[in-house]
């Protein structure tokens, strides 16, 4: 079964307003989380490592203030996208990595602003 | 740096084997992944393999690495239309925990 759930699973929202996305870690408590974002027809890009209990850390070109992360306890980390616009429009994908050095994704989510 | 990758598209007819090719960069890494990716659906991980290894054998699935040439391939035998799907090949990072890089992915087409 899934070790990694997405919510929601998918939205729309208008321009301007920020957006929640939660991913939770079910069968494992996990201290590192990791977002991902995919174009249509693209790869997965790495956005940001989730840290529980501090700042994540954003890759090279990912605005921290636009996309902000929580990782408030060992199950959860949510992304936040703040003042969406069009072009944030995309799939967002999390995951969490294992002892096992296998990393599990979530199902992801579909964002659309218009 | 780190740069994965990957051909875009594959067509091989139902009942045929499929080979998925990649390259990568980094030396260092010690992992490295397939994973499959069905239409608006999260990535499954089909397997992955060590670096101290050459070939790794799971049911259809054989993952064969050349690090040499920082080379890995995925052999899909006896191919099903179940299986057309987008496959992404991705290396572990060195220096982060989990951290992955991710090819631009495979299009793989099964038809009759």
């Known amino acids: 079964g899934a070790v990694v759930s997405q919510h929601p699973s998918w939205v729309i929202c208008k321009s301007g307003t920020s957006v929640k996305i939660e991913c939770r870690s079910l069968?494992?408590?996990?201290?590192?989380m990791f977002w991902y974002r995919q174009f249509p027809k693209q790869s997965l890009m790495l956005m940001a490592t989730?840290?529980?209990?501090?700042?994540?850390?954003?890759e090279q070109g990912v605005e921290k203030d636009k996309f902000l992360i929580n990782h408030a306890s060992l199950t959860l980390s949510t992304l936040t996208v703040t003042s969406a616009h069009p072009e944030d429009s995309s799939f967002y994908i999390c995951s969490r990595g294992s002892p096992s050095n296998e990393q599990f994704f979530g199902p992801g989510t579909r964002l659309t602003v218009l | 740096g780190e740069d994965v990758e990957q051909s875009l598209f594959l067509s091989v007819r139902e009942g045929d084997s499929s080979v998925i090719n990649c390259t990568y960069t980094d030396s260092s890494s010690t992992y490295l992944y397939w994973y499959k990716q069905e239409p608006g659906a999260g990535l499954q991980l089909l397997t992955y393999i060590f670096s101290n290894m050459d070939m790794k054998q799971d049911q259809r699935l054989t993952v064969l690495l050349n690090k040499k040439d920082k080379h890995l391939s995925l052999r899909i035998a006896d191919t099903q239309t179940g299986d057309s799907a987008i496959y992404f090949c991705a290396e572990r990072a060195s220096g982060g925990y989990n951290k992955l890089i991710f090819g631009a992915g495979t299009r793989l087409a099964v038809h009759p």
């Open positions: 989730s840290n529980e209990g501090s700042k994540a850390t954003y």
């Open positions: 069968d494992f408590q996990a201290t590192t």
